[in-house]
């Protein structure tokens, strides 16, 4: 399907150069020091306290890092389940069972993602999470967000929506992500809340 240049897809791929760029300028420090603040924001929302099966991922390069707040739902007895990317974009899922569980895994063309090891549960593994941890540049004063544009997610949302499963949906963040206006499109979806390391904003 062909966008007209100047539609919401071009203004999208403007604005998800510009966070990346912003995010490549991050040091070692900056990324650990705000997994840190990350994790303990997430374990203050309720729904992640209350949660019995969180869908995550692990966290790449300069994203949010993820793994500390992993570990800490697995070690409150969280069952964690994680993505690996299917060849279409879509996304099986298996289980997070501490760092030892993760694969790197090399896709074409791709960066290389950390993927789990063990069994794989079928791409609706998904739908029994009370609360799926989406990766994303930016979310807005709405709660529609800006994905990295490969598909992935849409087709989880879509894949929830279809099943009736109701999800608390999360999406995390450094702080400056969070801006006034992301470009939506009929089929994107408002997430829940926006965790970033200084505090948590929700969405109705």
Not at 31 to 50: D, F, I, K, N, T
Not at 140 to 165: E, F, I, K, P, T
């Amino acid at each position: 399907m062909s966008h007209l240049e100047g539609g919401p897809e071009s203004d999208k791929r403007m604005l998800r150069r510009g966070f990346l760029a912003v995010r490549s300028r991050l040091t070692p420090d900056d990324v650990r020091a705000a997994a840190a603040g990350l994790a303990e924001r997430a374990l203050e929302l309720p729904e992640l306290a209350h949660a019995r099966t969180v869908a995550a991922y692990v966290s790449v390069g300069t994203e949010p890092g993820t793994l500390a707040l992993l570990d800490t739902l697995r070690a409150r007895g969280v069952r964690v389940l994680l993505p690996a990317l299917l060849p279409d974009n879509d996304l099986d899922w298996g289980t997070y069972t501490g760092e030892g569980s993760l694969t790197r895994v090399l896709h074409d063309g791709k960066m290389a993602l950390l993927e789990p090891a063990g069994e794989r549960l079928g791409p609706d593994a998904v739908t029994a999470a009370d609360v799926v941890l989406l990766p994303g540049l930016a979310v807005d004063a709405r709660g529609m967000r800006l994905g990295r544009g490969g598909g992935s997610y849409d087709r989880v949302l879509a894949r929830l929506a279809d099943s009736g499963a109701r999800p608390s949906l999360v999406v995390l963040l450094y702080d400056a992500e969070v801006v006034e206006h992301v470009p939506g499109e009929a089929h994107d979806r408002p997430v829940h809340a926006v965790i970033t390391p200084s505090g948590t904003h929700r969405f109705a």
